[in-house]
């Protein structure tokens, strides 16, 4: 197990742990939405896949809004393939705990879902959130679109704007195209509706998203 410095890095392809050929086995189904969590998703649907810390209280803040027709958590942006969450721990497959957003542009705006995202978490704290350290915590917005990624990188630089008038630091967020999603294991999904008392971590800055700004 490597130590916490160790888990504060992020590992090159060449020192990640080997992963598996098969996926590890998941929920078939939404325990909330009652909707499958691979798919098929609406024709109309649109993916994004969000960091903000623990996914478990990440999760609920999106499956809550009209418009999101399915959520499910998981590993992105790493080099292991078909990690277990056991695997993710140690730092040593480069993933990040990821909250993966099908939603309907037609009934909810991606500002909408950007600045659930911003005000949910503190992203100014680099590879952890709160008493979560790691690299598995890191903030993150991994975009399927070009014009989701556009507005992902104008949304950093208006709340850093924001944060730095605020006396906060600028954002630390990760924002690239998405690469391999790897769904993470049954108990994990959906983890604070089966679980209505446990562990959320989830903090934001106080720092209002000026989610106008997006349309100038």
Not at 17 to 45: F, M, Q, S, W
Not at 108 to 117: G, K, V
Not at 156 to 185: D, H, K, N, V
Not at 186 to 196: F, G, I, T
């Amino acid at each position: 197990m490597p130590g916490m410095h160790a888990k504060m890095r992020l590992v090159s392809k060449q020192e990640a742990l080997p992963g598996r050929d098969e996926p590890i086995p998941t929920a078939k189904c939404h325990a909330v939405l009652d909707r499958p969590l691979k798919g098929p998703y609406p024709a109309n649907a649109e993916t994004v896949l969000f960091g903000m810390g623990c996914f478990w209280g990440a999760e609920r803040r999106f499956w809550q809004l009209p418009g999101v027709w399915v959520t499910a958590v998981g590993y992105t942006a790493g080099h292991t393939p078909n990690p277990t969450y056991e695997e993710v721990c140690t730092g040593q497959t480069g993933h990040a705990e990821a909250v993966m957003v099908v939603y309907q542009p037609e009934e909810i705006a991606f500002s909408t879902l950007l600045r659930i995202f911003w005000e949910g978490h503190d992203p100014t704290q680099g590879m952890r959130q709160g008493n979560d350290i790691g690299t598995q915590y890191r903030s993150g917005i991994w975009c399927t679109t070009e014009e989701q990624l556009k507005l992902a990188r104008k949304s950093c630089e208006i709340y850093g704007a924001a944060l730095l008038q605020a006396g906060r630091s600028l954002p630390t967020t990760e924002i690239a195209m998405a690469g391999p999603f790897y769904f993470a294991e049954s108990w994990h999904q959906q983890y604070l509706a089966k679980n209505p008392n446990g562990y959320c971590g989830l903090g934001g800055t106080g720092v209002p998203f000026p989610a106008e700004r997006l349309a100038e």
